[in-house]
């Protein structure tokens, strides 16, 4: 199965979107994340919110060239 480049930078562009929508949502509503016994604290979000936007924005670029 053959999947053009465009369309695989939407689908990554999505999904990264939806990863920063979910830190965003995160902080917001001060939700609390634990990963095995780990608490992971919310500055952690930002930095994956950073992460994320910057990825999805990345993709979205590549992917309308």
Do not use: E
Not at 27 to 36: F, H
């Amino acid at each position: 199965m053959c999947i053009k480049q465009g369309t695989y930078n939407n689908i990554t562009g999505i999904v990264f979107s939806i990863i920063a929508v979910l830190h965003i949502l995160r902080l917001v509503y001060s939700w609390d994340a634990q990963i095995g016994t780990f608490a992971v604290p919310i500055w952690l979000s930002w930095v994956a919110l950073i992460a994320s936007g910057f990825l999805a924005y990345s993709a979205f670029k590549l992917a309308n060239k």
